[in-house]
């Protein structure tokens, strides 16, 4: 508690400084950091790294006019100069009409527990074993020739935040994390590189260290011979690792700020079907061990769960205060802050929800299709909602997963890709933004 106690002290006596110094308003994020990192490869440690790290986020307004400073430093002489740099920005930056704190009466009252904190520490021995186990198991599947290393980690993190207003609070967060990579092949057979991981809230949480590491060898196995498939327009199945990056655009389509932009190919979009009838899209702060969960958001307003797409139908855009102000309307919670810039709007614990098929059902029609298990490059329009990315993963004949493939580019348009979705029933939480194997009707394939 005397943490939390001396960071909130700090950033409160800060503000105060702020408002001595001239401004209207302010208020200010602390974030302190623990880490511990382990890296082994070919069964010898590589890195054991720990870390403690801290920066304060200074925001002060002036009428309607606004600036940021941040520092490391928190010497009171330092501090004063960040107060006096940040009243000078203030006074010399354009108006923005939009900026300002929540009114005292939209602040949260009581941060709601949701069991995000592991107070577990462990030693640096515990990870080295974890990434140890995860890398023997690997490299002990057949075909494997070559490890890129097992990585293990573990950090904590308090944030706290103070303002003007009157709001001030602060919680704690933590995460462990478990990854394998290898490489299977050789030169003239050629190689591929696969990896598996598991990041959680609570380390007891972690997949075990060999299932990571089998998962990493059997999927770097598994790839080799990959083929080049012929250009064709064909069913699409996205593996759980690929298919939250199609959540993920849908999120940054009904974000605020680009809704306030008019730079969404889905700003006209509310209240009407974005995805197919009878799929939903939540969003969960509160989720108990969620990966993004928080008890409030990053201006000190409640947050909560909310049904994002219901039935196919979107409900909400995802807005802080400032696009909130600018499109007309409440904020709905999801203001995001760091120490290096205003908040902004970001969602929390985001998935699409599961359905009845399982992942052979969800195929099983399927004569012809491409199920992708990664891709690359950021080919995508969020203007025109326009889809281009370069895709790997297996073939799929008459219902059924036949030989690899590689170099192919994958084609579509958001706005009927959302339309045309059908999720399995084989949801996990793992990313942050997850999706179950998703299956898409009609996209193109370039290839050979």
Not at 9 to 22: E, I, N, Y
């Amino acid at each position: 508690m005397s943490a939390e106690n001396n960071a909130l002290t700090l950033l409160s006596d800060l503000v105060a400084k702020a408002q001595g110094a001239g401004a209207d308003a302010a208020d200010a994020v602390l974030v302190n950091n623990t880490s511990l990192s382990v890296a082994m490869r070919l069964g010898r440690s590589e890195k054991v790294e720990r870390s403690e790290s801290g920066d304060i986020g200074l925001r002060v307004l002036i009428g309607k006019r606004q600036a940021f400073v941040s520092s490391s430093d928190r010497g009171s002489l330092a501090l004063d100069e960040l107060v006096e740099r940040a009243v000078a920005m203030a006074r010399s930056v354009p108006e923005d009409p939009y900026c300002g704190l929540a009114e005292p009466e939209q602040l949260i009252q009581t941060l709601p527990s949701l069991d995000i904190f592991d107070p577990t520490e462990p030693t640096a021995e515990h990870l080295v074993d974890l990434a140890r186990r995860a890398e023997e198991a690997a490299r002990s599947v057949p075909g494997v020739t070559n490890s890129e290393g097992a990585d293990a980690g573990w950090g904590r993190s308090l944030i706290a935040m103070a303002a003007s207003n009157g709001f001030a609070n602060s919680y704690w967060v933590s995460h462990s994390s478990l990854s394998a990579s290898v490489l299977a092949g050789d030169a003239a057979q050629g190689m591929e590189r696969d990896y598996d991981y598991s990041a959680t809230v609570y380390a007891a949480d972690l997949m075990a260290p060999e299932q990571v590491g089998l998962s990493a060898g059997q999927r770097a196995v598994r790839r080799l011979g990959a083929r080049k498939a012929k250009t064709a327009r064909v069913p699409v199945v996205l593996d759980p690792r690929v298919s939250g990056g199609i959540v993920g655009h849908l999120a940054g389509a009904i974000n605020g700020a680009a809704i306030a932009r008019g730079t969404s190919f889905l700003k006209d979009r509310l209240g009407q079907p974005v995805l197919a009838k009878g799929l939903s899209v939540i969003d969960d702060p509160h989720r108990a061990r969620g990966l993004r969960s928080k008890p409030c958001d990053g201006e000190g307003l409640p947050n909560r769960r909310r049904a994002i797409v219901e039935d196919g139908v979107l409900t909400t855009w995802i807005l802080d205060l400032r696009s909130a102000r600018q499109l007309g309307l409440a904020s709905t919670g999801h203001a995001s802050r760091g120490t290096g810039g205003p908040p902004g709007p970001a969602t929390s614990n985001l998935w699409l929800q599961p359905g009845p098929l399982s992942v052979p059902e969800l195929i099983a029609d399927i004569d012809q299709g491409f199920y992708i298990t990664e891709m690359f490059g950021h080919g995508v329009n969020g203007l025109t909602g326009d889809y281009s990315r370069g895709a790997a993963g297996f073939w799929i004949e008459n219902g059924e997963i036949a030989y690899p493939v590689n170099e192919v580019t994958v084609a579509g348009n958001l706005k009927d890709m959302f339309l045309n979705m059908t999720p399995a029933s084989d949801l996990t939480f793992r990313y942050g933004t997850d999706a179950p194997t998703l299956r898409i009707e009609g996209m193109t394939l370039a290839g050979a």
